[in-house]
């Protein structure tokens, strides 16, 4: 099993985080569609955060492990910045369900799934994107799809809200300096939780 503390956060263990996820890698993947040429390219990443309630908590992340130092050091952002995470919990915590998953405002990475309304895999089927505070930083539609529902539904987007991220955001920032995408940036509509990263196939 792959299970890894970020290195810079060693020294944070001692103030015994509120443990929000303590998934095995089996527990993390049950339930799953995806093929093994797939699952064998996830691993189980612990990380530390500050929440709502101003302490330190512990979640997990299911990645692809080509982005594993890439996640490490975005948290360790977050955590340095106590930018405010409400969970991270794998999406087998919620059957696998994106919308229950964003709806309880969980930040996560795996899931195998399609883009909705496509045939297409999303990002997320290979573990190299990452949904933050979603409910805060919703997808909401561009003009002409404006009536259609922001998602998660009934979020709304306001910067000024804490958790919410922007265009100048120092977790954005990050993020895009280690080569993600935001999905703010997407042609029919701004996609303020998503982002992903291009990475190489490997043959099994």
Not at 96 to 112: E, I, K, Q
Not at 144 to 158: F, K, S, T
Not at 184 to 194: C, L, M, S, V
Request: with cysteine; glycine share 4%; aromatic share 8%.
């Amino acid at each position: 099993m792959h299970q890894d503390l970020p290195t810079a956060a060693a020294n944070t263990i001692a103030s015994s985080p509120i443990i929000d996820s303590a998934m095995s890698l089996e527990q993390a993947l049950d339930g799953s569609a995806a093929p093994e040429s797939i699952t064998s390219q996830l691993i189980l990443l612990d990380v530390l955060y500050y929440s709502f309630d101003g302490l330190l908590h512990q979640g997990q992340l299911l990645i692809n492990k080509q982005i594993k130092d890439d996640i490490i050091a975005v948290f360790d952002t977050i955590r340095q910045n106590k930018f405010p995470i409400a969970r991270a919990i794998p999406i087998a915590h919620y059957q696998w369900n994106d919308n229950l998953s964003m709806a309880a405002n969980n930040s996560s990475s795996f899931c195998y799934r399609t883009i909705e309304g496509t045939n297409r895999l999303s990002h997320h089927a290979s573990g190299n994107a990452i949904d933050i505070n979603p409910l805060l930083n919703p997808l909401v539609w561009k003009e002409p799809y404006q009536d259609r529902p922001n998602q998660p539904q009934g979020a709304i987007y306001d910067i000024n809200i804490e958790g919410t991220l922007h265009a100048q955001h120092i977790v954005v920032r990050e993020l895009q300096k280690r080569g993600f995408l935001w999905g703010r940036n997407f042609q029919r509509y701004y996609d303020n939780h998503h982002f992903q990263k291009n990475i190489p196939a490997i043959s099994s």
